[in-house]
């Protein structure tokens, strides 16, 4: 079936053209998402099915979460209101809609047809990458659990160095942010009435 | 398509301005990376290829939680996105 790998493939481009292009974070994130999602497919055809499960569960799954959980923290105030308001009419999600009905209608497809002679290549199953992996890749998954907690400790100083001094580090900024007469009064309006 | 992909997050990382979408295109270009580890797994069927995309999918992973916390850092600190707001390093 190499008219699946390709259709999927060009799901994938597209999407990703959609990605770098918008102006607002969360409609890119949307589009990244089909991607990932059609670099799955693109794996099952390619027989890779561990990789096409491992990339939607973690990538789609995990990776994304982070980066959408992030852009909505990082929202502030009023605009993120204005925002919202510019969603509401809608159609916007009509692009990332088309392509994940695309990416569905392959996969509808596939479960309809059940087995048969499916790939034009030879499967990789998982127990064939778990095998080299724990044979002569042990180094490797040992860096990389290394890497993993090393990443985990700096995410977590970094996410928690700013929390005590915070409070004065804020106040500076904005004294000296009163100075310039910028954005003073947002801040002093996102603070709860009994915060000193 | 590997090619096109990888040409994709590089077009983005190097346009784009807002720190969000440079490590989102470091996302697309790891994954046209990956893809290309697929492929040559799947062409000569060993299951190395699958296991240098896991190794790519760990690290980005970690790449990933640290950077968000960068960017969480350099909101806190200049209230917004923009990297060229934080180009003060002077020398």
Redesign the interface.
């Given at each position: 079936m190499p008219w699946m790998f390709y259709l999927a493939g060009a799901v994938a481009v597209a999407a990703t053209i959609m990605t770098i292009t918008r102006l607002n974070a969360i409609h890119a994130l949307l589009y990244f998402v089909v991607s990932l999602l059609a670099a799955a497919v693109v794996f099952y055809t390619l027989g890779a099915p561990f990789i096409a499960a491992l990339e939607v569960i973690i990538y789609a799954g995990a990776i994304m979460v982070l980066f959408i959980f992030v852009v909505m923290m990082l929202n502030v105030g009023e605009r993120a209101v204005a925002m919202e308001r510019s969603w509401l009419p809608g159609g916007i999600w009509v692009g990332p809609a088309v392509l994940a009905a695309v990416l569905f209608a392959q996969v509808v497809y596939l479960v309809m047809r059940g087995p048969g002679p499916e790939y034009p290549r030879t499967v990789v199953g998982p127990k064939q990458v778990g095998l080299a992996l724990y044979g002569p890749y042990l180094m490797g998954v040992e860096l990389a659990s290394m890497l993993l907690l090393a990443g985990l400790v700096a995410a977590y100083h970094l996410g928690w160095r700013r929390q005590p001094e915070q409070e004065s580090k804020e106040t500076h900024f904005d004294e000296r942010r009163t100075a310039v007469g910028r954005s003073a009064v947002r801040a002093g309006t996102d603070r709860p009435a009994g915060a000193p | 398509?590997a090619g096109?992909?990888f040409a994709?997050?590089l077009?983005?990382l190097l346009?784009?301005r807002?720190i969000?979408?440079i490590?989102?295109?470091i996302?697309?270009m790891l994954?046209a990376a990956g893809?290309a580890f697929?492929?040559a797994?799947?062409?000569w069927?060993?299951?190395?290829?699958?296991?240098m995309?896991?190794?790519i999918?760990?690290?980005?992973?970690?790449?990933?939680?640290?950077g968000?916390?960068?960017?969480?850092?350099l909101?806190?600190?200049y209230?917004t996105?923009d990297t060229d707001a934080a180009s003060e390093m002077k020398g």
């Open positions: - | 398509m096109v992909l994709l997050g077009i983005g346009v784009r807002n969000i979408f490590l989102l295109s996302e697309i994954n893809l697929i492929v797994g799947a062409r069927a060993q299951p190395d290829g699958q296991v995309f896991m190794f999918l760990a690290m980005a992973a970690a790449e990933v939680s640290v968000l916390a960068l960017v969480l850092g909101q806190r600190l209230k996105l």
